[in-house]
């Protein structure tokens, strides 16, 4: 039996989160989104690359983002994703709630090392 | 509209989605080589970093889609493509589910209609059936009608009903004018009755308030099916005149043919006029009335029975002479309806017989997919080793349970709508049952559709539970030889089909027990002769033959008149005909001490004329028959019969005894036994024999008889000549059912052989059945182990060493299903003697017999493959890989 493919080792949301946030720096296409990920994070967030496609598409669903097509750096077609005005909203609530959430537990874990 | 936009830009978003993903990987794959990794390795590493890539496209694709219809959509396209892939399985289940489907929604279409009756005017729900009950009548004991002087009482009593209607619904009349007079059947009614149940007439009108009071209630309303028949449907009969019971009545309007209840069928309906003598507490004793009546809103079922309850307790306070144990009931119309027709307890037993054809046609056919199944081992765990889990497999399968469900019920239907134009056709044996029209109505269709739904999951889940049990590592490893996943997969198919043998098994000793106790019946010595009988019933009116001493004088001249009648041999009047049913009296023998009411001594009670015995061929064993002497200035006189003489004198001579009678309407007289009867049996579609008292007609006439003429002719020849005659001394007295005795026997068989082809061909079905899924059992099997058998055959075996280990293989399944079966059917006759009672259903060696016949029908089924195994060329299943 495949292990179930949408197993994330992240919050949930926190896919979504930083799909948003790095394409708000910078419309790309999947692949440099996943390395921009992949390096940002210092390879500390380790995500099966494939379970990037399954959250774009829902984001596209929900008008969270736009596709259009580009050329990628090495001349083939792809599609370049871009955030909406939608998804910007949608990033800063999420990012708000996050960090009250890291707060939350920042605090939890301060208690319990005293 | 968004969905609908989406289910349009779909397809781009689909390339979309490929486009990236491909470029994804190929940039993967170019990085990596710039890493100095092989084109090979790197594609091997960029797809391990990516994880299952048409997993994910999958995936990714969901999102667009409504999930949950679209992947069923493609997995019932899947089901048809590989449906069509193999034709003789795809057909053979389709059939196989289309006979059991066809058979049980041919059966609910009686459910249908005799237990969800369609019912006129609005809100039957509201309408309620007001009986007694008298815990002393047998059957159905609280369903009794009801007397007018309670009728009268409750109407203005009670709190709980808005509107109560009465109904005599079975009363006889003659109609005459335009053709020869006839007997129908009507109901007198009050004139608020079609409007209680908020009906309207399709001609004319209803009864008026008022139309009840004498000299204005000569009026009727005709229903549908009299209209047509007897007026040709004319639309000007309103306002005309017909003769009813020798009086004139003022037609007044035409009932719609929706206009029925189901056990009802009065072809006409007059006033219910109710007098002074209605009021009487001697009219208490006259119990004729139905009480329709309709809630008041916002009163519930139990209220009214409450207050009808205390009514009914203080009627009995008030008389408790007539009244005593006499309680009172209401039932909702439907349930009133559904539950006097008393055809409940049939239509169960044969909802459950043909509800084990279905299980066996679901066995068979999940015997089919357990066997396509294993075929399909290699190509689920190609499936799972892609991705697909479990219940995706599972789902698959049951999709397609559910393609070949559908297909049967479709072709199932088709069998329906015959199946029920055949079942109507033979659904005529009495007025009340040709009433109710059989349909392929909603109703059977839901069942159909319903009862396919519960096949595809019967016959499909087990084979997709098991099937969905992979090894991927070794289902892909294992080659044609290895019989592993068939054998587990045999092992449930033995199972089923020793299901199946247990099922069949049991339903044909149901079967052949009810089978075998009607053909007893239909075999049985009546104790007469019925052959070369033609009879009539007369109904003498109170018009023209109020006294006894006219009905004596026309049965005297009638009689006369029919034995010059050219091929009658003698004839003779009866009270009722033989084995036709009699009403029982109460006996009291001369010298006995009066018993208690329970010990009551009781008797038939037919009166004849002198030369009865002659015509109905019963002989006279003892003593003398009656003469014309024996009038009623002579000493009473009765004959009794054997039963009679056996249980009440059962060690004395009963001629020269002195008994007496007490009827109801007569006053009691001591009478002499003068003769012994030989036993006639109380009913031809019962085994019993009832004591029986004759009595002499000329000393007690009655009103209601039968003629009886002893032909040396065809009976119905001499039809012309008996009217001529009954016609010749009163042209208004009808005849009620004419026919010869013979007919009036098999009229009382009253759907036994109806009901016995049904369950023949039940059986039948059960059996073919049982028998394909062995054979299909066998014959896989020997497919399977051809392999083996080779093996063995090169070895040495003989051929007939290899079809009997075949043989034995099927016989053993079949042997332990059958036993099972056998076991279940045990306490069959004690449940069938519940429900149909006078039927002898006790038939020990019908067991083994039985047993024997599918051990046989197994041996037959599997004796093809046996000998096919036998023929087997080693070397060629050898070279089999």
């Not at chain 2, 990714?60 to 034709?87: G, N, Y």
């Not at chain 2, 916002?298 to 207050?307: I, K, M, P």
């Not at chain 2, 070794?474 to 089923?496: K, Y």
């Amino acid at each position: 039996m495949a292990k179930n493919p949408e197993r994330r080792d992240l919050f949930s949301g926190a896919l979504e989160l930083m799909i948003l946030h790095s394409l708000r720096l910078k419309p790309m296409h999947g692949y440099a989104l996943a390395q921009h990920i992949k390096q940002v994070s210092d390879d500390l967030l380790k995500i099966e690359e494939g379970s990037l496609y399954p959250a774009l598409q829902r984001m596209l669903k929900e008008g969270c983002l736009e596709s259009e097509a580009g050329i990628s750096a090495k001349g083939r077609p792809t599609r370049i994703y871009r955030v909406t005005d939608a998804g910007m909203r949608r990033l800063e609530q999420d990012v708000s709630s996050f960090e009250k959430m890291f707060a939350g537990i920042t605090r939890v874990l301060a208690v319990a090392q005293a | 509209m968004q969905w609908f936009r989406q289910l349009f830009s779909r397809g781009r978003r689909y390339d979309d989605l490929s486009v990236s993903i491909n470029e994804h990987l190929e940039e993967k794959i170019d990085e990596l080589m710039e890493e100095g990794m092989s084109r090979e390795h790197a594609e091997r590493a960029a797809r391990r970093e990516f994880g299952n890539v048409a997993l994910v496209e999958e995936r990714s694709r969901e999102i667009w889609q409504w999930p949950a219809i679209e992947s069923v959509w493609a997995d019932v396209r899947f089901a048809l493509r590989q449906l069509i892939k193999s034709p003789v399985f795809t057909l053979t289940a389709v059939v196989t589910l289309s006979l059991g489907i066809a058979v049980n929604a041919t059966m609910f279409s009686m459910v249908s209609a005799f237990l969800m009756p369609r019912l006129p005017g609005r809100d039957a729900g509201s309408m309620v059936v007001i009986s007694g009950v008298n815990p002393n009548r047998g059957f159905q004991p609280d369903t009794n009608p009801v007397s007018a002087p309670n009728y009268l009482a409750w109407r203005t009593d009670n709190k709980v009903f808005a509107k109560m209607a009465a109904a005599d619904e079975f009363r006889t009349a003659s109609l005459a004018g335009r053709g020869q007079p006839e007997a129908i059947q009507y109901a007198a009614v009050s004139p608020n009755y079609f409007g209680a149940f908020g009906t309207f007439s399709q001609l004319g009108r209803t009864f008026a308030a008022g139309e009840d009071q004498p000299g204005r209630d000569h009026v009727a309303i005709l229903s549908h099916g009299l209209w047509e028949r007897r007026f040709g449907s004319d639309r000007s009969v309103v306002g005309r005149t017909v003769r009813l019971n020798r009086e004139d009545y003022v037609v007044v309007g035409v009932m719609p043919a929706e206009f029925s209840l189901l056990g009802f069928t009065p072809q006409l309906w007059t006033p219910l006029t109710l007098t002074a003598a209605d009021q009487t507490a001697a009219a208490r004793k006259d119990r004729s009335l139905y009480l329709f009546a309709r809630l008041v809103p916002g009163v519930t079922l139990e209220q009214a029975r409450a207050e009808m309850a205390t009514l009914a307790q203080q009627a009995e306070k008030d008389f408790p002479e007539t009244e005593k144990r006499w309680g009172v009931t209401a039932k909702t119309l439907p349930d009133f309806l559904v539950y006097s027709f008393g055809i409940r307890s049939a239509l169960a037993v044969i909802m459950t017989t043909v509800s084990f054809i279905l299980l066996i046609a679901c066995a068979n056919v999940a015997g089919l997919l357990l066997t396509r199944a294993a075929g399909r081992q290699k190509e689920m765990a190609v499936r799972a080793s892609l991705g697909a889990s479990r219940v995706r497999i599972v789902r698959q399968l049951l999709t397609e349970g559910l393609v070949i469900a559908l297909l049967g019920c479709g072709v199932g239907l088709l069998l329906t709508y015959a199946g029920i134009h055949l079942l109507r056709a033979n659904l005529t044996f009495n007025d009340a049952i040709s009433a109710v029209p059989l349909r392929l109505d909603s109703n059977v269709l839901m069942f159909a559709v319903c009862v396919s739904l519960v096949c595809a999951i019967l016959s499909s889940l087990a084979p997709a539970l098991r099937t969905s049990r992979i090894e991927i590592n070794a289902d892909l490893r294992s080659e044609g030889r290895a019989a592993t996943a068939g054998r587990s997969h045999s092992r449930l198919r033995a199972v089923l089909v020793g299901g199946e043998f247990a099922m069949a098994l049991f339903l044909l000793i149901g079967c052949s027990l009810l089978v075998r106790g009607i053909y007893l019946l239909e075999r049985q010595k009546l104790g007469f002769r019925p052959d070369h009988i033609l009879t009539a019933g007369v109904a003498l009116d109170q018009a023209r033959y109020s006294e006894s001493s006219q009905q004596i004088a026309f049965v005297r001249s009638l009689v006369s008149r029919l034995q010059q009648i050219p091929g009658v041999e003698d004839a003779a009047i009866a009270s009722s005909l033989p084995s036709s049913g009699f009403g029982t009296v109460p006996i009291r023998i001369k010298g006995e001490p009066e018993l208690p009411a329970s010990q009551q001594r009781v008797a038939s009670n037919v009166v004849i004329t002198t030369d009865y015995l002659r015509v109905a061929g019963v002989p006279l064993l003892r003593g003398r028959a009656f003469t014309e002497a024996d009038d009623v200035n002579a000493p009473r006189v009765v004959l009794v019969n054997q039963e009679f003489a056996h249980r009440y004198f059962p060690d004395r001579d009963p001629l020269g005894k002195q008994i007496r009678v007490d009827s109801k309407d007569r006053v009691p007289a001591w009478s002499e036994i003068v003769g012994v009867v030989s036993d006639v049996k109380s009913y031809s579609e019962e085994t019993r024999v009832d004591p029986e008292v004759y009595q002499a007609f000329l000393q007690r006439p009655v009103s209601y008889f039968s003629i009886m003429l002893r032909s040396n002719v065809e009976p119905d020849s001499l039809v012309p000549a008996l009217r001529q005659a009954v016609a010749g001394l009163d042209v208004e007295l009808p005849l009620l059912r004419v026919m010869s005795m013979e007919g009036v026997i098999d009229t009382q068989k009253n759907g036994n052989p109806v009901f016995t082809r049904m369950l023949g061909i039940f059986s039948f079905l059960a059996l073919l059945l049982a028998a394909i899924g062995i054979y299909g059992l066998v014959a896989y099997s020997v497919g399977q182990r051809t392999h083996e058998i080779g093996i063995r055959l090169a070895l040495g075996a003989k051929g007939s060493d290899i079809s009997w280990m075949i043989l034995k293989e099927g016989l053993k399944i079949a042997a332990i299903g059958s036993s099972i079966g056998l076991v279940m059917a045990l306490p069959l006759p004690k449940l069938f003697g519940s429900i149909f009672t006078g039927l002898s259903v006790s038939a020990p060696e019908l067991y083994p017999i039985v047993l024997a016949a599918m051990l046989l029908v197994a041996i037959l089924a599997t004796f093809g493959p046996a000998r096919r195994a036998m023929h087997i060329d080693p070397t060629a299943a050898l070279r089999i890989e």
